[in-house]
């Protein structure tokens, strides 16, 4: 069945770049996403890509696909502390608009 | 301004009492959802609406009832609650123009605890 899998933790300091990873299990995906969750509030979309695609770049953020591996990243450039959160990913299956999602990373920024 | 309001955010309640969260949007969308947040797990589907009147179950619809009797409301019904149904649960809404769905907009969440 489909799965979307990422690591749970990851720290950085500020001003560094942050790479979050994501690996999902059906190549029968057509978008991929990046939703951000500030502590109480809902999920905020960062970006999309097709799976078409092998690369999105939208100001700080990177998105890259290898869909061979199907492996999917985000970058972060120059992390700020605003940047601490939760980071979703997930895969779009199917015509409609179901979403599978990953557990989550939480991300630390630290001085 | 375009949002999904979800209400209450957050509700306390006992075993077995009947409660309903409510879930709105303005932006004219044809699909609903309704997902839970658990530690570890990530966002799972518990429902969904195609349209007006279409509903079907998504992974985990085990002690839910939706209704999407207008476009815009698409309430989630819990019958008899139990302590497992303790989550945090998100409304979230799309639209669909020729042939394509746009991304997902959610809510900003409800805490349920069952006690």
């Known amino acids: 069945g489909e799965d979307v899998e990422q690591s749970l933790f990851l720290s950085v300091r500020e001003g560094d770049s942050s790479v979050i990873n994501c690996t999902y299990t059906?190549?029968?995906?057509?978008?991929l996403y990046w939703y951000k969750q500030e502590p109480g509030a809902g999920l905020q979309l960062l970006t999309y890509?097709?799976?078409?695609?092998d690369m999105k770049q939208d100001q700080r953020l990177t998105v890259l696909l290898n869909k061979k591996d199907k492996h999917l990243s985000l970058r972060i450039a120059d992390t700020q502390t605003g940047d601490s959160a939760i980071y979703f990913c997930a895969a779009k299956y199917g015509g409609y608009n179901k979403l599978i999602f990953g557990a989550g990373t939480r991300l630390a920024v630290h001085p | 301004e375009a949002q999904v309001t979800q209400n209450p955010r957050y509700l306390i309640t006992v075993t077995g009492k009947k409660l309903t969260v409510t879930c709105s949007q303005n932006?004219?969308?044809?699909?609903m959802s309704w997902y839970r947040q658990d530690p570890g797990l990530g966002l799972r589907q518990i429902y969904y609406s195609m349209n007006v009147e279409v509903t079907d179950k998504g992974d985990v619809p085990e002690g839910y009832k939706v209704s999407r009797k207008e476009k815009r409301n698409f309430p989630l019904i819990l019958e008899s609650p139990s302590p497992n149904q303790t989550s945090l649960y998100f409304c979230a809404s799309s639209s669909r123009v020729n042939g394509y769905n746009s991304p997902l907009h959610f809510g900003n969440g409800t805490r349920l605890t069952v006690t």
């Open positions: 932006m004219n969308h044809e699909y």
């Open positions: 890509i097709f799976s078409n695609m």
């Open positions: 059906d190549s029968s995906s057509t978008y």
